[in-house]
């Protein structure tokens, strides 16, 4: 069975400085995609970073980079530069080959301070 | 290119009553899934569609149901409401067929909806 695993029920950080949010996961496929989510208090869940099982890089976009360390099976979000606007629910998310779903974590709750 | 869009965004319902939710996705998005997320179960797959075929179905009673139409829009059912279907739901769309581990999913902006 699929899981992913977020420890870190909230945190906190200071405006302009850099957070990483944990994530582990458990599968035994040999294939599959990691996924971070951010959902703002209006619910809409937002895509922020994609890494798959057979990358040789982490994943980057913009502010966001994902420290994928597969043997560890581990893949933590980093967020550099934290803004007011970073404030929100993260969510770390599994997808395998065995069918479209995807597996979420409980979530990180952020709060980014002034 | 507009996002997942989702209708009604609130929803209040008594127990007993059925309710129809509504997802439109991402022009050319071929698949749509749906979430239910509560406080205390996390988000959970509900099921998932594709050229008006569910592929997959999570752990949810029949009451929970769904269809999807030609033009890839996708509703779905819970009929029978009960008091723990209070939840935001979810629908997300992504852009192939094969539901390989590289897609990704967007979501809409959720429907609340609350049963009392």
């Not at chain 1, 990358?55 to 550099?80: C, H, M, P, W």
């Not at chain 1, 803004?83 to 979530?107: E, H, P, T, V």
Request: proline share 4%; with cysteine.
């Amino acid at each position: 069975a699929q899981k992913i695993t977020q420890t870190q029920p909230g945190m906190f950080v200071q405006e302009k400085e850099a957070v990483t949010l944990d994530c582990t996961y458990d599968t035994s496929d040999p294939s599959y995609g990691l996924f971070w989510y951010k959902q703002p208090s209006s619910g809409e869940m937002i895509f922020l970073i994609y890494q798959g099982s057979y990358d040789q890089q982490n994943a980057t976009e913009g502010r966001y980079s994902l420290n994928f360390q597969k043997a560890r099976k581990s893949a933590n979000l980093v967020i550099s530069a934290s803004q007011l606007g970073d404030s929100a629910m993260y969510f770390c998310a599994m997808r395998g080959n065995q069918g479209g779903k995807l597996i979420f974590g409980q979530g990180t709750e952020l709060s980014v301070k002034p | 290119k507009a996002g997942v869009t989702q209708t009604p965004r609130y929803l209040i319902k008594t127990r007993g009553q059925q309710v129809t939710l509504s997802c439109s996705p991402i022009s050319g998005h071929r698949s749509v899934s749906w979430y239910q997320q509560t406080p205390g179960q996390g988000l959970q797959f509900l099921f998932e569609y594709f050229s008006e075929t569910q592929r997959n179905k999570g752990n949810f009673p029949g009451r929970f149901s769904g269809r999807q139409f030609s033009n890839s829009r996708s509703e779905m059912n819970v009929s029978t409401l009960e008091l723990g279907d209070s939840a935001l739901y979810l629908c997300a769309s992504s852009l192939t067929d094969r539901g390989r581990f590289t897609d990704t999913q967007y979501f809409g902006p959720g429907t609340r909806l609350t049963v009392l």
